[in-house]
Protein backbone atom coordinates (compact mmCIF):
# COMPACT_ATOMS: atom_id res chain seq x y z
CA UNK A 1 0.00 0.00 0.00
CA UNK A 2 1.31 3.43 -0.82
CA UNK A 3 3.08 5.27 1.95
CA UNK A 4 1.99 8.65 2.85
CA UNK A 5 3.47 11.34 5.37
CA UNK A 6 0.62 14.28 6.24
CA UNK A 7 2.33 16.83 7.62
CA UNK A 8 0.05 19.47 8.81
CA UNK A 9 -0.42 21.25 12.24
CA UNK A 10 -4.23 21.46 12.82
CA UNK A 11 -5.32 18.11 14.94
CA UNK A 12 -8.62 18.38 13.64
CA UNK A 13 -7.42 18.53 9.70
CA UNK A 14 -4.84 16.05 10.53
CA UNK A 15 -7.09 13.36 12.15
CA UNK A 16 -9.53 13.85 9.18
CA UNK A 17 -7.05 13.54 6.19
CA UNK A 18 -5.37 11.00 7.96
CA UNK A 19 -8.72 8.89 8.09
CA UNK A 20 -10.41 9.44 5.05
CA UNK A 21 -7.01 8.21 3.45
CA UNK A 22 -6.31 5.25 5.47
CA UNK A 23 -9.81 3.87 4.34
CA UNK A 24 -8.74 4.84 0.89
CA UNK A 25 -6.40 2.44 1.54
CA UNK A 26 -3.05 4.21 2.41
CA UNK A 27 -0.72 3.82 5.09
CA UNK A 28 -0.54 7.19 6.55
CA UNK A 29 2.01 8.76 9.28
CA UNK A 30 0.13 12.18 10.36
CA UNK A 31 3.13 14.29 12.36
CA UNK A 32 2.34 18.18 13.42
CA UNK A 33 5.68 20.00 12.32
CA UNK A 34 8.18 20.02 9.68
CA UNK A 35 10.74 18.49 11.99
CA UNK A 36 9.41 15.69 13.21
CA UNK A 37 8.18 15.11 9.24
CA UNK A 38 11.68 15.38 8.15
CA UNK A 39 13.23 13.39 10.92
CA UNK A 40 10.59 10.72 10.15
CA UNK A 41 11.37 10.77 6.43
CA UNK A 42 14.81 10.27 7.70
CA UNK A 43 14.09 7.03 9.36
CA UNK A 44 11.31 5.75 7.33
CA UNK A 45 10.98 6.89 4.12
CA UNK A 46 7.76 7.71 2.49
CA UNK A 47 5.74 6.98 -1.40
CA UNK A 48 4.18 10.64 -1.24
CA UNK A 49 4.22 13.74 1.27
CA UNK A 50 1.40 15.94 2.06
CA UNK A 51 2.86 19.12 3.38
CA UNK A 52 0.70 22.12 4.72
CA UNK A 53 2.67 25.21 3.83
CA UNK A 54 1.46 27.36 6.99
CA UNK A 55 3.23 25.26 10.19
CA UNK A 56 4.92 26.47 13.18
CA UNK A 57 8.52 27.20 13.67
CA UNK A 58 9.76 25.40 9.89
CA UNK A 59 7.65 26.36 7.23
CA UNK A 60 6.68 24.26 4.64
CA UNK A 61 8.36 26.41 2.30
CA UNK A 62 11.68 25.19 3.30
CA UNK A 63 9.92 21.67 4.74
CA UNK A 64 9.49 21.33 0.63
CA UNK A 65 13.11 22.46 -0.40
CA UNK A 66 14.83 20.07 2.06
CA UNK A 67 13.08 17.49 1.03
CA UNK A 68 13.62 17.99 -2.77
CA UNK A 69 17.28 18.84 -1.75
CA UNK A 70 17.87 15.32 -0.85
CA UNK A 71 15.74 13.04 -3.35
CA UNK A 72 13.12 13.07 -6.09
CA UNK A 73 9.63 12.07 -3.12
CA UNK A 74 6.48 13.42 -4.42
CA UNK A 75 5.18 16.46 -2.70
CA UNK A 76 1.88 17.63 -2.65
CA UNK A 77 1.16 20.78 -0.86
CA UNK A 78 -1.81 21.83 1.26
CA UNK A 79 -2.69 25.48 0.78
CA UNK A 80 -5.13 27.76 2.24
CA UNK A 81 -6.38 29.53 -0.79
CA UNK A 82 -5.98 29.52 -4.31
CA UNK A 83 -3.13 32.46 -3.44
CA UNK A 84 -1.01 33.45 -6.47
CA UNK A 85 2.30 34.12 -4.56
CA UNK A 86 2.15 30.98 -2.06
CA UNK A 87 0.93 28.58 -5.12
CA UNK A 88 3.96 29.83 -6.98
CA UNK A 89 6.58 29.58 -4.02
CA UNK A 90 5.49 26.10 -2.96
CA UNK A 91 5.28 25.21 -6.37
CA UNK A 92 9.24 26.75 -6.90
CA UNK A 93 10.50 25.57 -3.59
CA UNK A 94 9.70 21.73 -5.34
CA UNK A 95 6.36 20.64 -5.06
CA UNK A 96 4.72 18.73 -7.94
CA UNK A 97 1.27 19.83 -6.76
CA UNK A 98 -1.12 21.49 -4.30
CA UNK A 99 -4.72 21.00 -2.86
CA UNK A 100 -6.46 24.28 -1.87
CA UNK A 101 -8.00 23.97 2.09
CA UNK A 102 -10.15 22.56 3.03
CA UNK A 103 -9.30 19.75 1.50
CA UNK A 104 -11.97 16.91 0.24
CA UNK A 105 -10.32 13.59 0.90
CA UNK A 106 -11.62 12.76 -3.00
CA UNK A 107 -9.78 15.46 -3.91
CA UNK A 108 -6.47 15.21 -2.24
CA UNK A 109 -6.82 11.08 -2.79
CA UNK A 110 -6.95 12.07 -6.72
CA UNK A 111 -4.15 13.98 -6.96
CA UNK A 112 -2.24 11.34 -4.79
CA UNK A 113 -3.10 8.38 -7.01
CA UNK A 114 -1.79 11.05 -10.25
CA UNK A 115 1.61 11.54 -8.62
CA UNK A 116 2.17 7.92 -7.74
CA UNK A 117 0.94 6.93 -11.60
CA UNK A 118 3.82 9.57 -12.68
CA UNK A 119 6.44 8.20 -10.61
CA UNK A 120 5.75 4.53 -10.80
CA UNK A 121 5.41 5.13 -15.00
CA UNK A 122 8.98 6.22 -15.02
CA UNK A 123 10.21 2.98 -13.53
CA UNK A 124 11.91 1.19 -16.22
CA UNK A 125 10.99 -2.07 -17.41
CA UNK A 126 13.11 -5.37 -17.26
CA UNK A 127 14.19 -7.04 -20.39
CA UNK A 128 13.63 -3.50 -22.45
CA UNK A 129 16.45 -3.20 -24.79
CA UNK A 130 18.36 0.17 -24.31
CA UNK A 131 18.16 2.80 -26.92
CA UNK A 132 21.31 5.16 -28.20
CA UNK A 133 21.48 8.05 -25.68
CA UNK A 134 20.28 11.52 -27.15
CA UNK A 135 22.56 14.30 -27.50
CA UNK A 136 21.76 17.62 -27.83
CA UNK A 137 24.12 20.52 -27.45
CA UNK A 138 25.45 19.94 -24.36
CA UNK A 139 22.38 17.53 -22.44
CA UNK A 140 22.55 13.76 -23.18
CA UNK A 141 18.96 12.07 -22.62
CA UNK A 142 18.59 8.61 -21.85
CA UNK A 143 15.10 7.64 -21.64
CA UNK A 144 15.06 4.09 -21.11
CA UNK A 145 17.98 4.31 -18.20
CA UNK A 146 16.23 7.98 -17.14
CA UNK A 147 19.56 9.45 -17.14
CA UNK A 148 19.82 13.04 -17.84
CA UNK A 149 23.69 14.45 -17.73
CA UNK A 150 25.13 17.80 -18.76
CA UNK A 151 28.47 18.16 -20.07
CA UNK A 152 28.94 14.89 -18.57
CA UNK A 153 28.05 15.44 -15.49
CA UNK A 154 24.55 13.75 -14.12
CA UNK A 155 21.44 15.98 -13.30
CA UNK A 156 19.48 15.20 -10.74
CA UNK A 157 15.38 15.86 -11.78
CA UNK A 158 12.51 15.41 -9.34
CA UNK A 159 9.72 13.11 -11.33
CA UNK A 160 8.05 15.69 -12.81
CA UNK A 161 10.78 17.66 -13.94
CA UNK A 162 12.00 14.41 -15.76
CA UNK A 163 8.68 14.35 -17.36
CA UNK A 164 8.37 17.35 -18.43
CA UNK A 165 12.00 17.34 -20.13
CA UNK A 166 10.79 13.74 -21.74
CA UNK A 167 7.95 15.35 -23.14
CA UNK A 168 9.50 18.59 -24.92
CA UNK A 169 12.15 16.92 -25.82
CA UNK A 170 10.49 13.87 -27.65
CA UNK A 171 9.97 16.27 -30.53
CA UNK A 172 12.31 19.24 -30.41
CA UNK A 173 10.84 22.43 -32.42
CA UNK A 174 7.30 21.27 -31.63
CA UNK A 175 5.27 23.97 -29.61
CA UNK A 176 3.26 22.65 -26.81
CA UNK A 177 0.72 24.41 -25.34
CA UNK A 178 0.50 24.49 -21.40
CA UNK A 179 -3.01 22.39 -21.40
CA UNK A 180 -1.04 20.08 -23.24
CA UNK A 181 1.70 19.85 -21.60
CA UNK A 182 -0.51 20.12 -18.09
CA UNK A 183 -2.66 16.61 -19.78
CA UNK A 184 0.79 14.40 -20.97
CA UNK A 185 3.01 15.24 -17.62
CA UNK A 186 0.88 15.55 -15.22
CA UNK A 187 -1.91 13.45 -15.91
CA UNK A 188 -4.20 12.49 -18.73
CA UNK A 189 -7.22 14.75 -18.74
CA UNK A 190 -5.73 16.53 -16.02
CA UNK A 191 -7.65 19.28 -14.73
CA UNK A 192 -5.32 21.53 -13.24
CA UNK A 193 -3.70 25.16 -13.94
CA UNK A 194 -0.49 26.65 -15.79
CA UNK A 195 0.78 27.61 -12.66
CA UNK A 196 2.21 23.96 -12.66
CA UNK A 197 3.49 23.81 -15.57
CA UNK A 198 5.37 27.48 -15.41
CA UNK A 199 6.99 26.81 -12.04
CA UNK A 200 7.85 23.21 -13.33
CA UNK A 201 9.73 25.09 -16.31
CA UNK A 202 11.62 27.32 -14.57
CA UNK A 203 12.84 24.72 -11.62
CA UNK A 204 14.21 22.64 -14.79
CA UNK A 205 15.63 25.42 -16.65
CA UNK A 206 17.75 25.90 -13.58
CA UNK A 207 19.22 22.65 -13.50
CA UNK A 208 19.67 22.30 -17.52
CA UNK A 209 20.16 25.58 -18.59
CA UNK A 210 24.00 27.78 -18.73
CA UNK A 211 21.94 30.69 -18.09
CA UNK A 212 18.02 29.74 -17.08
CA UNK A 213 17.12 33.99 -18.14
CA UNK A 214 18.08 33.06 -21.78
CA UNK A 215 17.43 29.36 -22.50
CA UNK A 216 19.00 27.67 -24.97
CA UNK A 217 17.17 23.82 -24.49
CA UNK A 218 13.56 25.13 -23.03
CA UNK A 219 12.21 28.04 -25.07
CA UNK A 220 8.87 30.15 -25.04
CA UNK A 221 6.97 31.15 -27.05
CA UNK A 222 4.69 33.72 -25.69
CA UNK A 223 1.02 33.23 -26.09
CA UNK A 224 1.98 29.24 -27.66
CA UNK A 225 3.81 27.50 -24.62
CA UNK A 226 7.18 25.98 -24.66
CA UNK A 227 9.37 24.06 -27.08
CA UNK A 228 12.65 22.26 -26.89
CA UNK A 229 15.65 23.27 -28.64
CA UNK A 230 18.37 24.01 -29.60
CA UNK A 231 17.07 24.38 -32.76
Given amino acids: MP ?30 SG ?21 PGMDGFEVCR ?36 PAQPRVLEARIKAVLRRTGGEQRQAGTPKPEVERHGDLTIDRDGLVVSKQG ?4 LAPTEMRLLLELSASPGRVLSRQQLLESVWDQ ?12 VQRLRAKIEDDAAA ?5 TLRGFGYRFGPL
Wanted: charged share 25%; glycine share 8%; net charge negative.
Fill in 66 to 101: RIRASGDLPIIMLTARNDDIDVVAGLEAGADDYVVK
Fill in 153 to 156: RPVS
Fill in 35 to 55: EVGLTRLSADPADVVVLDLML
Fill in 215 to 219: PVYVQ
Fill in 3 to 32: RVLLIEDDQAVRDGLQIALTYQGHTVDAVE
Fill in 189 to 200: GYLGDSRLVDAC
